[in-house]
């Protein structure tokens, strides 16, 4: 992003959550946004840039924004395993995200997103945000319900102790 920011004609106003890493040297980089302060970000953006995470998509996409999505690749060190490729190239074959594995990649997306921000805007639904929030409720209650329900299973292990001398086992 500072590369790209430092040869993009204009002021550019950014906001950046950066987590962990090195602080780029650009204005608007932080280490993290408060979820309140994030969705406010995302509402008042003409771009939304995130890694593959599918909350982070769902959120950006519920604001209006067709995300451009860099996913954490695993060969970078920076993820475990590949589940953000896997999941945002799955995304982006459909079409729900602009995705981007390199950095010319992004460097163009950005571009085009510069000049015709409603590239990357999709229908704002808050009514489908309210509704997978009522889903999702719904299965936490399903899985309480089963787990209050369900009897206790028998340990495995039992208490023994040797017998004193003297005295007898009882079983």
């Keep these: 992003m500072a590369q790209w920011h430092a040869q993009a004609a204009g002021p550019i106003g950014l906001t950046m959550q950066h987590g962990h890493t090195t602080a780029p040297q650009l204005s608007g980089a932080v280490p993290f946004l408060g979820h309140d302060a994030l969705q ?6 003409d771009l939304v840039v995130c890694h593959g995470g599918p909350a982070t ?3 950006a996409r519920r604001h ?3 995300p451009i999505v860099v996913p954490r690749d695993p060969a970078r060190g920076e993820h475990v395993d590949n589940h953000q490729l896997l999941f945002a190239r799955r995304l982006g074959a459909a079409g729900l995200v602009a995705l981007c594995e390199t950095r010319e990649a992004l460097h163009d997306a950005l571009a085009a997103g510069l000049a015709d921000p409603s590239r990357y805007a999709v229908a704002a639904d808050p009514e489908a945000h309210e509704a997978r929030r009522a889903a999702v409720a719904r299965v936490g209650q399903i899985v309480d319900d089963l787990v209050a329900r369900s009897t206790p299973r028998p340990s495995r292990w039992r208490a023994w102790s040797r017998p004193r001398p003297g005295t007898e086992e009882i079983r």
Excluded at 40 to 45: E, G, L, P, R
């Design 57 to 59: 998509i769902l959120e």
């Design 40 to 45: 406010q970000a995302m509402i008042d953006a």
């Design 64 to 66: 209006g924004h067709l």
